[in-house]
């Protein structure tokens, strides 16, 4: 089991040094992107395990797409929400009042939402997260899947209560 364990891990380990390799040509835009995904990949500090993790998740698409941090960052902007709903409470009602999310934000919950979609299937389907990570961001990547459905619940119901934007003060 031991030599199991290293043989996958030499793997991993090359297809992480073609991916380091082409990461030297990245912008500095995208080399964020794909430390926001490893940083909110990380349990208890396991950078490592989770950059081998998120590598093997993006040679996967290697061997089928084109570009693989071209569909990364599409997928990510396929998933980025525009509004968000914030409770306010104005004279004993709560009202749920649309307002307008930040870049950055934006950007960050659309990973996030990516990452808890890909557990989600890891839970259901019992396959591995690389797996559930590539096809979560292909269904992003398509404008389909469990994390979209959430942007578009999220927009939904910003725009059924667009009648009470006129109590954001924010």
């Given at each position: 089991?031991?030599?199991?364990?290293?043989?996958?891990?030499?793997?991993?380990?090359?297809?992480?040094?073609?991916?380091?390799?082409?990461?030297?040509?990245?912008?500095?835009?995208?080399?964020?992107?794909?430390?926001?995904?490893?940083?909110?990949?990380?349990?208890?500090?396991?950078?490592?395990?989770?950059?081998?993790?998120?590598?093997?998740?993006?040679?996967?698409?290697?061997?089928?797409?084109?570009d693989v941090i071209k569909l990364m960052v599409d997928a990510v902007e396929n998933i980025k929400p525009i509004c968000k709903v914030e409770k306010v409470r104005v004279a004993g009602t709560i009202y749920d009042v649309p307002g307008i999310v930040a870049r950055d934000r934006q950007q960050t919950l659309a990973i996030r939402w990516i990452l808890e979609a890909a557990f989600k299937r890891r839970i259901s389907y019992r396959i591995s997260l690389e797996k559930c990570s590539f096809d979560e961001i292909l269904d992003a990547y398509r404008k389909r899947g469990i994390s979209r459905k959430k942007r578009e619940n999220l927009h939904g119901l910003a725009s059924a209560n667009r009648s009470f934007a006129h109590f954001r003060w924010w």
């Amino acid at each position: 089991m031991l030599e199991g364990a290293k043989s996958m891990g030499a793997g991993a380990a090359s297809n992480c040094s073609e991916i380091l390799s082409y990461m030297g040509g990245l912008d500095s835009e995208q080399k964020q992107l794909i430390k926001k995904l490893v940083n909110f990949h990380m349990k208890e500090g396991k950078r490592t395990k989770v950059r081998a993790i998120v590598y093997q998740t993006f040679h996967r698409p290697a061997r089928t797409e084109g570009d693989v941090i071209k569909l990364m960052v599409d997928a990510v902007e396929n998933i980025k929400p525009i509004c968000k709903v914030e409770k306010v409470r104005v004279a004993g009602t709560i009202y749920d009042v649309p307002g307008i999310v930040a870049r950055d934000r934006q950007q960050t919950l659309a990973i996030r939402w990516i990452l808890e979609a890909a557990f989600k299937r890891r839970i259901s389907y019992r396959i591995s997260l690389e797996k559930c990570s590539f096809d979560e961001i292909l269904d992003a990547y398509r404008k389909r899947g469990i994390s979209r459905k959430k942007r578009e619940n999220l927009h939904g119901l910003a725009s059924a209560n667009r009648s009470f934007a006129h109590f954001r003060w924010w």
